[in-house]
């Protein structure tokens, strides 16, 4: 399967950005999708995932009740709403696939990854 992720930006601190992760090839239905994001000189951290059928995991402590995650298998899409950004958001945003049972929070437990879009949030 490839992935898109697409939809990063240059905000201020506040603003919202809607980010899309974007599925082809292999049956995209089939796999659980974990949001992920890489700060400079900080290794990648777990945000969000959302499991095939939709149930959410994991949101980290630091994005509950500003990020939003959700899925349209019929358009193989993952969209990852970020409100109220902060600078400290700041970071390359990766989306990834895997089939490991519970979302993992694990970078090694996924299987296909996005390029990554970059979320730049000044103050």
């Known amino acids: 399967v490839q992935l898109q992720a697409s939809g990063g930006g240059l905000v201020q601190a506040g603003a919202s950005l809607s980010l899309s992760c974007a599925a082809s090839g292999a049956r995209f239905r089939n796999y659980h999708v974990g949001w992920f994001r890489q700060a400079p000189g900080k290794e990648r951290e777990f945000v969000v995932g959302?499991?095939?059928?939709?149930?959410?995991?994991g949101y980290t402590d630091s994005i509950k009740g500003r990020f939003t995650i959700s899925r349209k298998n019929a358009e193989n899409t993952v969209v990852l709403q970020v409100n109220s950004l902060k600078p400290e958001d700041t970071a390359v945003y990766y989306c990834?696939?895997?089939?490991?049972?519970?979302?993992?929070?694990?970078?090694?437990?996924?299987?296909?990854w996005g390029q990554g879009t970059q979320v730049t949030v000044s103050s």
């Open positions: 959302i499991n095939r059928i939709g149930g959410i995991a």
């Open positions: 990834a696939v895997t089939t490991v049972v519970g979302v993992p929070v694990k970078p090694s437990d996924y299987y296909y």
